[in-house]
């Protein structure tokens, strides 16, 4: 069980360590999840605008929708935030009817996977994830809405979670914690925000999450310049570390007969 929750939350980590290059992900190779298979080319979609990786990750997305049909919910998540992504390209092109297209079915597509997976955490963290990465690329009142459903996803993903922040590693904790600090925030739920740069400070001492929540916490104007999450990397989670992983397992097994 651990270990599936540790895999899934990876996906709301933004981490601005996106390789600049990434072998073709082995759709066909079951021991890799979909998030594995999908999350970097979508990264570097919305993180560095490469339209090339983006559209591999569109066209691997459909493949994983007709290969892996207990994983639709988290494809379908996929899909909704490469949308997003697309809309605020077109938004910042001055493309308005792409941009009303591709946002209505980003949030088609994150309304069926939420409503496919109510209790997927993976679920709720691309979407909670995706907003927090996208929402400021978007006109004002979506960017609202954005960040609404972001807080949303990310309290659903808490609640889920709750239990078991403590034992994560630090890279999956400080993502909630700070998705959480970060929607509230945007939505203008000072209360909540306050409480959660506290927690941060309180679970994430000595930690660049804590230095991010101390400096919004000490300039409360800081906050509306600056990200709380994202601030670290999660090298294991990378597909080349999962295929390398996976090789020594193999290589293991092997070894053993």
């Not at 949030?107 to 939420?114: I, R, V």
């Not at 078991?164 to 400080?174: F, S």
């Not at 909630?176 to 409480?195: F, H, I, P």
Request: net charge neutral; proline share 5%; aromatic share 6%.
């Amino acid at each position: 069980m651990m270990r599936t929750l540790l895999t899934v939350v990876t996906v709301i980590a933004i981490s601005a360590a996106v390789p600049a290059q990434a072998p073709e992900p082995p759709l066909a190779d079951t021991r890799l999840t979909v998030h594995t298979l999908l999350r970097e080319d979508i990264f570097a979609g919305f993180l560095q605008n490469d339209l090339t990786r983006l559209a591999r990750a569109e066209k691997n997305a459909e493949q994983l929708l007709a290969s892996r049909p207990a994983d639709r919910a988290a494809v379908l998540a996929w899909q909704g935030s490469m949308a997003l992504t697309r809309a605020a390209i077109a938004h910042e092109a001055n493309q308005p009817d792409a941009f009303r297209q591709l946002y209505r079915r980003s949030q088609d597509l994150f309304s069926e996977a939420m409503k496919l997976g109510p209790e997927n955490v993976g679920v709720f963290a691309i979407t909670g994830g995706s907003q927090l990465a996208v929402a400021d690329r978007l006109p004002d009142e979506e960017r609202k809405a954005a960040w609404e459903l972001g807080y949303t996803a990310y309290q659903q993903l808490w609640k889920m979670q709750e239990q078991i922040i403590e034992k994560l590693p630090l890279h999956h904790k400080g993502e909630v914690l700070s998705g959480l600090a970060q929607t509230a925030d945007r939505t203008g739920r000072n209360e909540e925000a306050v409480a959660q740069i506290e927690r941060i400070l309180t679970l994430l001492p000595d930690t660049p999450y804590a230095t991010r929540a101390r400096q919004w916490k000490d300039d409360p104007a800081a906050r509306a310049k600056t990200r709380i999450a994202c601030q670290t990397c999660h090298g294991p989670g990378t597909l080349v570390a999962r295929l390398a992983e996976v090789g020594a397992a193999n290589a293991r097994g092997a070894s053993a007969k």
